[in-house]
């Protein structure tokens, strides 16, 4: 009886576990994923820009309806040029989600205009993560506004 409870209960934790489900901020592939978000509010675009291969993949409306190969050095150069246009901005996760090696992240990111006004974009990117490093960095949001 015992080990058919113990069996029970293995089943059970199982069954909860589902691709695409939340998952823990301490899987691997999250890791580098939080890290890019904690550079990214400290404005350290160098560590940013670490949290991605030499060379990685961005589909980012702000660059264009087709994915780019950007090199960690035009990946800093972008970041300061939105630094210098929006000095205070900030990015607040939502929630991550994860199968595997593609991380998906809700956040709001926000900041201030250079007429003064605050703004508050939301925004959904979904990564690859290849050997610790972001491969692909696919962002959407709605910029006609």
């Known amino acids: ?6 069996l029970l209960l293995i089943i059970f934790f199982i069954g909860c576990v589902q691709p ?3 998952i823990s ?10 890290d890019l978000f904690e550079a990214f509010n400290a404005h350290d ?4 820009a670490g949290c991605y291969k030499d060379t990685a993949t961005f589909l980012d409306p702000s660059l264009g ?14 970041y300061q040029e939105l630094q210098q246009m929006f000095p205070d901005i900030h990015d607040e996760v939502v929630n991550m989600y994860g199968d595997k090696n593609h ?3 809700e956040f709001v990111s926000s900041g ?23 491969v692909t960095d696919n962002t959407y949001y709605d910029n006609s506004h």
């Open 1 to 6: 009886m015992k080990n058919y409870l113990f």
């Open 45 to 48: 675009w160098p560590r940013l």
């Open 20 to 22: 695409g489900g939340k």
């Open 25 to 34: 901020l301490a899987n691997a592939n999250t890791v580098v994923v939080k």
């Open 112 to 134: 201030t205009g250079p007429d003064g006004k605050k703004w508050h974009l939301p925004i959904c990117t979904v990564f690859t993560v290849n050997d610790g490093k972001i």
């Open 103 to 105: 991380i998906t992240v």
């Open 65 to 78: 309806l087709e994915p780019v190969q950007h090199t960690r050095a035009q990946t800093i150069k972008k």
